[in-house]
Every structure is written in C-alpha cells, then in structure tokens.
C-alpha cells in the first residue's frame, strides 16, 4: 500500500513538472471555458494598411478552433521639415514618414516682410536735401528717399556798432558752408563833440570835432589884435572910402574893423564870422544909415 501511494506522488510531481510551463502560456474563456494559446501574427499592420494575426483553442487539442483578429494601421510617423517664408517665397513644411517615406507638403499663407538696411548715400546740406537708400538684405531689392535739408546754421558776429557815422552791422555766417550775410540795425547817432582852440595870425579859432569819427567845423573866429585883420578865405581889394570899407564890411559882418579905416579889408565867408554878424546886427545897421545906406537891407 506504501509504495503504491509513493508511486502516485513521483507520478504527480513529475507530471506538475513537466506540463506547468505549458499550462501558464493557456489563457482561459470564462464564455466557453476555452484554453487560448499565445497570438500567431499572419500580417504586420504598416502605416496606412492594418495587419491580421490569429490564436488557437488548446482545450481540446483533438478538435481545435482558432480566433482572428484585426491589427489597426500604425500611422504615420513623420520627420518635419521647415523652411520658412521669406520676402520672395511663401515658405514650405514638408512631412515625410520614417516608416513608408509617404510625404507631404504645406505653404505658409503670406510672405514675410523685406529687411532693410540703410545707407547715405548723398549727404544732406544746407539749401540741398540728402538720399538714404534702403537695401533688403534677403532678396536685394532697394530704394531710395529723400532726406529734407538741413538749413543755414549761422552764428552771427557784430562787425560795426552804430555811431555818428551810419548804423550798426552785423555779420551772419554759416558754420557748415561759410554762406554769408550782413543786417543792419539800431539808429545813427549824434556827433560828440569836444572843442579845440588855436591860435593864427592874430586870429583865435575855435574849433568843433567830433571824438568818435572825427569830423569838424570851425565854430569861432576873434581877433586878439586889432591892428591886424584876420585871415580870409577871399580877399577884395577896397578903395581907402571909409564910406565904401565900411558898407562891404557891415555886409560882411565886420564892421567895427572897417571902422579902423584906411586899409584893405577882408570879406570873410565862414559859418563863424556869419554868427558874430548876427550878434551885431543891430550895430551895424546903425553904421550902415550912418554911411548913408546906399547900399540897400542887409
């Protein structure tokens, strides 16, 4: 009896041994209690076709019965290739499958904007306008545009200010061309005078000059000695008539010189001696009736 029990459990453990490998590679159909063995492949599935692969019931090896089943596609797997648009093409992405090589290609929808990079080409001045032209640096198109003028730049210097000589002057140059101007401005202005005196022939003169330009006039004439007639710008020869002297002199406005007498006088004509002569009008209108006036108004 001992040894048909030992008998039976070497059997066991040897059929445990050999048939487990076998019995965990069987899935079971809880449906029709089915042993399926592992999935056979007939077709791989690609990119765009789907693949078929079967299995086989080990339930009852002497009647076997399979199942199909259908494998989906892949899909495509797809490398992408960018070239971006520009100013002259639209831009392209290109898609090509590392499995099958099927590509296919997309445009961008617009092209891009030019890339410009400027220069000067003329350089602006002042009464003459400029040119920047504009170059794309892709495709190399280009135009150009006018730059406005710059203007006169001009720093102004005072070449003359105004006296009794004329008005003031300014001079208005252009640092960047040197162009040039000048502008009058302000008023004239009134001599300034200081007085000089000298003494000629007897005679005192007085004279007006101006400090800054230096124009004159004589503005006074007297005699220091009257022995002596003073000097003259014209001479006339008179006759010894005290009657005579004495007419040409008041007409000239030396009368109390004629007065003296008996030699030849001189008719002065000079802006001092015509002021002296008002100042003795009256002086010698009397020794005008007194000489009998002959010889008309004074």
């Given at each position: 009896?001992?040894?048909?029990?030992?008998?039976?459990?070497?059997?066991?453990?040897?059929?445990?041994?050999?048939?487990?490998?076998?019995?965990?590679?069987?899935?079971?159909?809880?449906?029709?209690?089915?042993?399926?063995g592992e999935w056979i492949t007939d077709s791989e599935p690609d990119c765009v076709q789907p693949g078929r692969r079967h299995r086989i019931c080990m339930l009852d090896p002497a009647y076997p019965h399979e199942e199909t089943e259908i494998i989906p596609?892949?899909?495509h797997d797809y490398d992408v290739e960018d070239i971006l648009p520009n100013c002259t093409s639209r831009g392209v992405k290109t898609y090509k499958c590392k499995r099958c090589g099927y590509e296919y290609s997309e445009e961008y929808g617009d092209l891009a904007e030019h890339q410009y990079s400027s220069s000067v080409?003329?350089?602006?001045?002042?009464?003459?306008?400029?040119?920047?032209?504009?170059?794309?640096?892709?495709c190399g198109i280009s135009y150009t545009e006018s730059?406005?003028?710059?203007g006169h730049k001009y720093k102004e210097t005072t070449v003359k200010l105004p006296d009794c000589t004329g008005v003031g002057v300014k001079k208005y140059v252009c640092s960047e061309c040197n162009d040039s101007y000048t502008e009058e401005f302000g008023v004239i202005q009134p001599h300034s005078f200081e007085e000089k005196t000298e003494i000629?022939?007897?005679?005192?003169?007085?004279?007006?000059?101006?400090?800054?330009?230096?124009?004159?006039?004589?503005?006074?004439?007297?005699?220091?000695n009257n022995n002596e007639a003073p000097p003259v710008a014209e001479e006339k020869n008179l006759?010894?008539?005290d009657n005579s002297m004495l007419a040409v002199c008041a007409a000239a406005g030396i009368a109390d010189i004629a007065l003296l007498g008996g030699f030849t006088a001189s008719v002065l004509s000079d802006v001092s001696v015509l002021k002296w002569y008002k100042k003795r009008k009256k002086q010698i209108i009397r020794l005008r009736e007194a000489a009998g006036g002959k010889y008309g108004k004074l």
């Open positions: 009896m001992k040894r048909y029990f030992y008998l039976l459990l070497i059997t066991s453990i040897f059929s445990v041994l050999c048939f487990f490998p076998f019995s965990v590679s069987l899935q079971v159909n809880a449906e029709n209690d089915c042993v399926w596609p892949l899909g080409t003329v350089q602006p001045a002042c009464e003459k306008n400029g040119e920047i032209k504009y170059t794309c640096t892709v730059v406005e003028k710059t000629k022939d007897n005679v005192k003169i007085t004279t007006e000059v101006c400090r800054n330009c230096g124009y004159s006039f004589e503005s006074e004439r007297t005699v220091i006759k010894r008539d």
